[in-house]
C-alpha cells in the first residue's frame, strides 16, 4: 500500500485553501513562503514551482499550480509534496482551534470532505488515515484474468471490453486507485513507472544496498513488463496483438509474465469500494 493521501483537482483546490491567508482583514499565518520552498525541493519539485521561475504569487496559488502540474507530471511527487504540506500546517498548529496559524473549520472541512471521497479520513490532530478497503469488481476481475494467463488458461493479453492489456489496464487502474485521478491514456513507458512508484515496487536503478528480500524481483519484473511489451504491436489490433515473426515460444512465455506481474501488483495494491 503506498500510504500517501490521493492527489486530484478536488485535493490541490483545498489544500490551496487551507494555507490561504490573502483574503481582507486575514491576518497573515504559518506556513510561510520559506515553508512551502522547503516543502517543494524536499519533493524534488523546484522546476513545478512558480516562485522559483520568478512568479509572483500568492501562497495558495503557489500550492495549487504545484500540484496541478505534478497531477500530469509526477505522481508520487505530488502526493508527497501533499504529505508534507499537511504535515506542516500541523506543526504550526492550524488544526488546533485557538493557534494563531488555525486554518479555520471550513477549510479543514472542505479538505475532510475531498479526501473522505477518495477513502481517507482527516482526524482532529490533522492526521489523515486511510479507511479500511474493499474490493472493487475492476480489481476482482483484473486478478481472476492475471490468474488465468499466469497459468496459461487464457492465451489473449487483452482485457475483455477494453483497448489495453492486462498490464496496461493493471497499471491505470492501479494509479487511480492510489492517487484518486481520472483514468490516465499516458503511454506504457510512463504509466509503468508510476504504478510501481505508487505501489513501493522497486525501480531498475533504485538503490540495492540494504534492500529487503524481493526487491530485485520487482526490479526484474519491471524489466519483464517493459520487454514484453515491446514484442506488442501497437497497430496490430485485437487481431493481431503480437509484432510480426514473435515465435509462438515467446507468446505464450509473454502472457504468462503479463499475468505474473499483474498479480504482483495487485497482490501489494490497496482496494477500495
Not at 475532510?112 to 479500511?132: C, F, K, Q, T, Y
Not at 499466469?150 to 477494453?162: C, L, R, Y
Not at 522497486?202 to 511489451?229: C, I, N, Y
Request: proline residues 6%; glycine residues 10%; neutral net charge.
Amino acid at each position: 500500500m503506498a500510504g500517501r493521501i490521493p492527489l486530484n483537482d478536488a485535493v490541490a483546490i483545498a489544500l490551496s485553501k487551507l494555507i490561504d491567508d490573502s483574503a481582507s482583514g486575514v491576518e497573515r499565518r504559518d506556513p510561510s513562503h520559506d515553508d512551502i520552498t522547503f516543502a517543494a525541493d524536499q519533493c524534488g519539485l523546484t522546476t513545478a514551482d512558480p516562485k522559483q521561475r520568478g512568479t509572483p504569487v500568492g501562497k495558495a496559488k503557489r500550492v495549487r499550480q504545484i500540484l496541478v502540474w505534478s497531477i500530469s507530471n509526477d505522481l508520487e511527487a505530488g502526493a508527497q509534496f501533499a504529505d508534507r504540506l499537511i504535515a506542516v500546517v500541523r506543526g504550526h498548529g492550524g488544526f488546533r482551534i485557538g493557534s494563531p496559524n488555525y486554518c479555520g473549520a471550513d477549510a479543514i472541512a472542505n479538505l475532510s470532505d475531498v479526501l473522505g471521497a477518495s477513502g481517507w479520513d482527516l482526524g482532529a490532530d490533522g492526521i489523515p488515515r486511510e479507511r479500511a478497503l474493499r474490493e472493487t469488481a475492476r480489481t476482482k476481475a483484473l486478478m481472476a484474468l492475471a490468474q488465468r494467463m499466469s497459468v496459461g488458461s487464457s492465451h489473449s493479453p487483452w482485457v475483455p471490453g477494453s483497448s489495453r492489456d492486462l498490464l496496461e489496464e493493471t497499471a491505470s487502474h492501479l494509479i487511480q486507485l492510489v492517487y484518486g485521478v481520472a483514468d490516465t491514456p499516458a503511454a506504457f513507458s510512463a504509466l509503468l513507472p508510476q504504478a510501481f512508484a505508487a505501489l513501493r515496487l522497486a525501480l531498475p536503478g533504485d538503490s540495492g544496498a540494504g534492500d529487503p528480500p524481493g526487491k530485485e524481483l520487482e526490479r526484474a519484473a519491471f524489466q519483464t513488463a517493459m520487454a514484453v511489451h515491446a514484442l506488442r504491436d501497437p497497430t496490430g489490433g485485437q487481431a493481431h496483438p503480437w509484432k510480426s515473426g514473435v515465435a509462438p515460444g515467446h507468446i505464450e512465455i509473454a502472457v504468462r509474465s503479463m499475468g505474473n506481474v499483474a498479480l504482483l501488483m495487485l497482490g501489494v495494491a490497496p482496494t477500495r469500494s
